[in-house]
C-alpha cells in the first residue's frame, strides 16, 4: 500500500484506489498540509519510523 508523508508533522495517510472517502480525506490531508514537505511512498518505508502518526 502506499501513503503520502508529511515531514514536517510526522503525519501520513494511506492511499486507496476508488474509494471515494479516501480521496476527500486526501484532499483534506493536502489542504491541512499545503506547504509543507510531502512524499508518496511504499507503507513498508513508514513502518520503521514509531513517530509517526498515521490517519
Known amino acids: 500500500m502506499r501513503v ?8 501520513y495517510i494511506a492511499i486507496r ?3 471515494f472517502n ?3 480525506d486526501l ?3 493536502d489542504k491541512a498540509h499545503a ?5 508518496v511512498v511504499n507503507e ?3 513502518a520503521n519510523y ?3 502518526a498515521g490517519s
Request: net charge negative; glycine share 4%; charged share 30%.
Open 4 to 11: 503520502k508523508l508529511c515531514f514536517k508533522c510526522k503525519q
Open 35 to 39: 506547504g509543507h514537505p510531502t512524499q
Open 50 to 52: 514509531e513517530i509517526w
Open 22 to 24: 479516501n480521496s476527500r
Open 44 to 46: 513498508e518505508e513508514v
Open 27 to 29: 484532499l483534506l490531508f
Open 17 to 19: 484506489e476508488n474509494d
